[in-house]
């Protein structure tokens, strides 16, 4: 029933869009109705352009993420548990975090030249930031209650990480890479635009310079679509990995 009244407003926005855009004559270098947008998303799937850009972009983002992703997990359990290094390391991360990544696109061109490795660099930098904070977050935020019953027990340091911390963390981290990827999706398109030849900004860029607005729309909603089901799948994962964690709250 859900899915059926989600699917009902869509059909109607886009009812209202094909309204609007032919009682009022807009131009469709402008605006263009969602039939011609459907008509040019159908020539752009069938001729091969829109998969191949798609698995370009859906790489860089993987392979950003994993990078990102990689190195903030064990440096955010690190300063999570650690309150020495935490008041170390904490003054630069505060003060690197409020940086968007694409304040980096100039340094990332002179440091990588165009191509992938840029793009690598932005996209795992846009994912690094938000799995570091959660992160950290979780592991200084597990129910103290928890802790002290594993050191009454005689926990040894590495146990207590393993079995109370990390799996304690476990909500915040996940939470944190669902946000993750979906910035390194934003940021993806953003490093296209700007440093590669392929992929789904690439071609929104290339559909600008020519005024091809109806493909424009159609790469946008091809990017919309994407990211929907990216954030599905990790909202699927989340919810399977952390069952556990719902029988303990419900206990």
Known sequence: ???????????????VWEIVCRAAHVSPAILPPPSQVARKWWEYLVTGELPRDAVATLLRVFVGFAIGAGLALPLGLWMGARDRIYELLNPIVQLLRPIPPIAFIPLAILWFGLGNPPAFFLISLGAFFPVLMNTIA????????????????????R??????????????ILSGMRVGIGVAFIVVIVAEMIAVNSGLGYRI???REYFWSDKILAGMISIGVIGLAIDTVMARINHRLLRWHRGLEHA
């Open 1 to 15: 029933m859900r899915a059926l009244r989600s699917i009902a407003v869509i059909a109607a926005a886009l009812a």
């Open 138 to 157: 979780g592991v200084r935020t597990v129910d103290a209650i928890y802790v002290r019953a594993a050191q009454n027990l005689g926990a040894p340091a």
């Open 159 to 172: 146990t207590l990480f393993w079995r109370v911390l990390f799996p304690g963390a476990m909500p915040s």
């Open 205 to 207: 860029l290339e559909a």
